[in-house]
Protein backbone atom coordinates (compact mmCIF):
# COMPACT_ATOMS: atom_id res chain seq x y z
CA UNK A 1 0.00 0.00 0.00
CA UNK A 2 1.02 3.14 -0.57
CA UNK A 3 -0.24 6.47 1.37
CA UNK A 4 -0.32 9.84 -0.74
CA UNK A 5 -0.92 13.25 1.69
CA UNK A 6 -1.49 16.30 0.29
CA UNK A 7 -1.00 19.77 1.96
CA UNK A 8 -0.51 23.46 0.68
CA UNK A 9 -4.18 24.00 -0.67
CA UNK A 10 -6.07 27.51 0.85
CA UNK A 11 -7.66 30.54 -0.43
CA UNK A 12 -5.56 33.00 -2.93
CA UNK A 13 -7.11 35.51 -5.23
CA UNK A 14 -6.40 35.46 -8.89
CA UNK A 15 -3.34 36.13 -10.13
CA UNK A 16 -1.95 34.66 -6.79
CA UNK A 17 0.77 31.65 -6.03
CA UNK A 18 0.08 28.35 -4.25
CA UNK A 19 2.36 25.03 -4.00
CA UNK A 20 1.08 22.01 -3.59
CA UNK A 21 3.30 19.05 -1.58
CA UNK A 22 2.51 15.57 -1.65
CA UNK A 23 4.11 13.16 0.31
CA UNK A 24 4.70 9.49 -0.29
CA UNK A 25 4.88 6.56 2.71
CA UNK A 26 4.46 3.08 2.25
CA UNK A 27 5.71 0.34 -1.01
CA UNK A 28 7.24 3.44 -2.93
CA UNK A 29 8.85 0.72 -4.92
CA UNK A 30 5.22 -0.16 -6.36
CA UNK A 31 4.72 3.48 -8.16
CA UNK A 32 6.92 5.20 -10.95
CA UNK A 33 4.64 8.52 -11.92
CA UNK A 34 3.13 10.71 -9.88
CA UNK A 35 0.78 13.42 -10.74
CA UNK A 36 -2.26 16.15 -9.90
CA UNK A 37 -5.63 15.46 -10.65
CA UNK A 38 -8.21 18.34 -9.85
CA UNK A 39 -12.25 18.46 -9.34
CA UNK A 40 -14.16 21.94 -9.59
CA UNK A 41 -17.53 21.66 -8.43
CA UNK A 42 -20.09 19.90 -11.15
CA UNK A 43 -17.04 18.97 -12.85
CA UNK A 44 -15.40 15.66 -13.81
CA UNK A 45 -11.93 14.96 -12.35
CA UNK A 46 -9.70 16.24 -14.70
CA UNK A 47 -5.44 15.45 -14.86
CA UNK A 48 -3.36 18.30 -14.25
CA UNK A 49 -0.23 17.65 -14.89
CA UNK A 50 2.04 13.98 -14.55
CA UNK A 51 5.41 13.54 -13.59
CA UNK A 52 7.76 10.45 -14.82
CA UNK A 53 10.99 9.58 -14.85
CA UNK A 54 11.66 13.13 -15.01
CA UNK A 55 8.96 13.54 -18.21
CA UNK A 56 6.43 15.89 -17.15
CA UNK A 57 2.78 16.33 -18.92
CA UNK A 58 0.19 19.32 -18.18
CA UNK A 59 -3.27 20.27 -19.09
CA UNK A 60 -3.36 22.72 -21.84
CA UNK A 61 -5.26 25.04 -19.42
CA UNK A 62 -2.14 25.08 -17.25
CA UNK A 63 0.59 24.94 -19.48
CA UNK A 64 2.90 27.88 -18.80
CA UNK A 65 1.30 28.62 -15.35
CA UNK A 66 1.99 25.39 -13.31
CA UNK A 67 5.13 23.37 -12.80
CA UNK A 68 5.16 19.90 -11.25
CA UNK A 69 8.09 18.65 -9.52
CA UNK A 70 9.28 15.70 -7.70
CA UNK A 71 12.35 15.17 -4.62
CA UNK A 72 13.00 11.58 -4.81
CA UNK A 73 14.54 11.31 -1.80
CA UNK A 74 12.02 12.71 0.43
CA UNK A 75 9.36 10.69 -1.61
CA UNK A 76 7.49 14.19 -2.31
CA UNK A 77 5.83 15.62 -5.77
CA UNK A 78 5.22 19.67 -5.88
CA UNK A 79 2.94 21.68 -7.45
CA UNK A 80 3.69 24.86 -8.43
CA UNK A 81 0.94 27.30 -9.36
CA UNK A 82 1.32 30.72 -10.75
CA UNK A 83 -1.04 33.32 -11.93
CA UNK A 84 -4.13 31.67 -10.65
CA UNK A 85 -7.40 31.89 -11.99
CA UNK A 86 -10.36 31.48 -10.49
CA UNK A 87 -11.16 28.40 -12.73
CA UNK A 88 -8.08 26.72 -11.52
CA UNK A 89 -10.58 26.73 -7.90
CA UNK A 90 -11.65 22.66 -7.09
CA UNK A 91 -10.12 20.20 -4.78
CA UNK A 92 -6.74 18.64 -5.90
CA UNK A 93 -6.01 14.98 -5.61
CA UNK A 94 -2.44 13.30 -5.78
CA UNK A 95 -2.39 10.34 -7.74
CA UNK A 96 0.26 7.33 -8.08
CA UNK A 97 -0.59 4.32 -10.80
CA UNK A 98 0.91 1.16 -9.08
CA UNK A 99 3.47 -0.07 -11.84
CA UNK A 100 1.28 -3.22 -12.62
CA UNK A 101 -0.94 -0.22 -14.22
CA UNK A 102 -4.00 -2.07 -12.37
CA UNK A 103 -4.97 0.25 -10.18
CA UNK A 104 -3.99 4.01 -9.00
CA UNK A 105 -3.53 5.17 -5.39
CA UNK A 106 -5.08 8.47 -4.05
CA UNK A 107 -4.36 11.38 -1.64
CA UNK A 108 -7.67 12.44 0.07
CA UNK A 109 -7.45 16.40 -1.54
CA UNK A 110 -6.68 19.31 -0.80
CA UNK A 111 -9.11 22.39 -1.19
CA UNK A 112 -7.99 25.48 -3.67
CA UNK A 113 -9.85 28.16 -3.79
CA UNK A 114 -8.93 31.73 -6.48
CA UNK A 115 -10.97 34.22 -5.50
CA UNK A 116 -11.88 36.93 -8.40
Known amino acids: QVQLVESGGGLVQAGG ?5 CAASGSIF ?13 KQR ?3 ALISRGNTN ?7 RFTI ?4 ANHTVYLQMNSLK ?29 SS
Open 17 to 21: SLRLS
Open 30 to 42: SINAMGWYRQAPG
Open 46 to 48: ELV
Open 58 to 64: YADSVKG
Open 69 to 72: SRDN
Open 86 to 114: PEDTGVYYCNAPHVSGQWDYWGKGTLVTV
